[in-house]
């Protein structure tokens, strides 16, 4: 090997080596970036992972409290429904008293609702003719009681005496200008009940209307009767 051929294989060989080292090199860098990419794809998927945990712990949570939130809704219809049926069962049995307590509990209505004492009541045409009559005359009485003189039990037990009280207690109601509640020929659709009619004022006594008025203060006390 002359001269030159050593010097050609002596460059090959120092450019064999370099390219070696450069190659090392890139591997390394490559390993490096790598490692680096691989770290930084695992720490996202594990923030993904975590997330979505998360995520998943938030919608259960979201889940459980509409759940909850449903059944006390669901809850709270059934009470309401529960205390509706107590109100109509009431009003149905205010329909069903004997005829006797009926025109009693009537006759106190009107009293109750009368202002001058020289209404009219208008019933539903079916109890205008089965207790209209009697539920004016039971009102007349209470209203002229109210303010008829008090006499001494021992006139008021004899016939006379029981007679003399009834005078008493008609002139006192004429005099006082009460006790003079009429049936109006009217009648009108309603379950229950009466309305109070003095001109152009009314007062509602109907079963439907009572009842609705009492609803929002007996609601709770129903309540506390039907689920304590």
Not at 53 to 77: F, I, P, T
Not at 102 to 122: C, F, H, M, N, Q
């Amino acid at each position: 090997m002359n001269g030159i051929e050593k010097i050609t294989a002596r460059i090959e060989e120092d450019g064999r080596a370099e390219n070696e080292a450069l190659l090392a090199q890139a591997r390394a860098e490559a390993a490096d970036i790598a490692a680096k990419y691989q770290a930084q794809a695992q720490a996202e998927a594990d923030e993904i992972l975590a997330q979505g945990r998360r995520n998943a712990g938030e919608r259960a949570k979201h889940l459980d409290s509409m759940a909850q939130m449903e059944c006390r809704k669901a809850v709270l219809r059934a009470k309401q429904d529960v205390i509706e049926e107590a109100f109509q069962a009431a009003h149905k049995k205010l329909l069903g008293l004997p005829t006797e307590k009926y025109v009693a509990l009537l006759a106190d209505l009107a009293v109750s609702a009368s202002t001058t004492g020289r209404e009219k009541l208008i019933f539903s045409p079916s109890h205008r003719a089965q207790v209209g009559k009697a539920v004016v005359t039971a009102a007349n009485k209470k209203l002229a009681e109210a303010v008829a003189p008090k006499l001494p039990d021992e006139v008021t037990e004899t016939k006379a005496g029981a007679v003399l009280d009834k005078v008493v207690s008609g002139a006192s109601a004429l005099l006082n200008g009460t006790g003079m509640l009429t049936l109006a020929e009217e009648t009108r659709p309603m379950d229950g009940g009466f309305i109070l009619s003095d001109g152009a004022v009314e007062v509602n006594c109907t079963f439907d209307t009572l009842i609705r008025l009492q609803r929002g203060a007996l609601a709770g006390e129903v309540a506390k009767v039907l689920f304590d």
